[in-house]
């Protein structure tokens, strides 16, 4: 079972408020990844991290968004100023590297947009 | 780019029979991409069920089975009698050289009693 912890749940704010949500990864794990899961269930690759460092991150991430993986601190990702196409499942996952190991996913936190 | 296709929205299924959910893949990025079944169980987040990292080799797990095929680039996953209990949402995947997953759409298998 995963021990990827994410939280909130579930998190509601309004148009131009700024969302943001933290994910602890698998103890030991030094890569972790968003994913956006959008409501037709299309996943999305948004960034990962190795350590501190982001690894890749899409164009949408890098405008909008910010996100970070501080040292003995939860990483985090935040929306700066939501909109309602916001709305979503977003997922992180931890492994252990960023080739060929397995992936392990938090339960998500369901962010709507009103 | 890397994507994955799964064609159905929902299968449903009488217990005690068999399942076929279908998956292709396409791979730019990766001549022979990683490939995983996940299954998201109702209430929980997304588990891996199998995977496979050979062409032509078969992973299997909980009864489930799936056949790295690269000459049709398909990834199917079959269960030969499934019950109630294997009810959840299945989304075909694969993984680039940077370990970044492309899912499919996802699956709702529904077994009926």
């Known amino acids: 079972n995963s021990k990827v912890i994410q939280t909130p749940r579930y998190l509601v704010k309004g148009q131009g408020q700024k969302a943001k949500m933290r994910c602890i990864p698998e103890k030991g794990h030094p890569v972790v990844f968003w994913y956006q899961q959008n409501k037709n269930n299309e996943f999305k690759f948004l960034i990962n991290f190795q350590n501190q460092e982001v690894l890749q991150q899409i164009d949408m991430t890098e405008k909008r968004f910010s996100a970070e993986c501080p040292s003995n601190s939860p990483c985090s990702l935040e929306i700066q100023s939501s909109e309602a196409g916001d709305s979503a499942l977003y997922l992180c996952?931890?492994?252990?590297?960023?080739?060929?190991?397995?992936?392990?996913f938090g339960k998500g936190t369901r962010l709507t947009v009103v | 780019g890397d994507s994955v296709t799964q064609t159905e929205g929902q299968v449903t299924v009488s217990e005690s029979k068999s399942l076929i959910i279908n998956c292709t893949y396409s791979?730019?990025?990766?001549?022979?991409?990683?490939l995983f079944w996940y299954v998201r169980y109702p209430g929980e987040g997304l588990q891996l069920l199998l995977k496979?990292?050979?062409?032509?080799q078969k992973g299997s797990s909980r009864g489930f089975e799936a056949t790295y095929n690269k000459e049709t680039t398909s990834f199917h996953l079959q269960k030969a009698s499934v019950q109630e209990s294997d009810s959840a949402v299945y989304y075909c995947a694969l993984s680039d050289h940077n370990n970044r997953i492309f899912f499919g759409d996802g699956t709702q298998l529904v077994v009926k009693p």
């Open positions: 496979v990292i050979t062409a032509g």
């Open positions: 791979a730019t990025s990766i001549a022979y991409p990683n």
């Open positions: 996952a931890s492994s252990l590297n960023n080739a060929n190991t397995e992936v392990f």
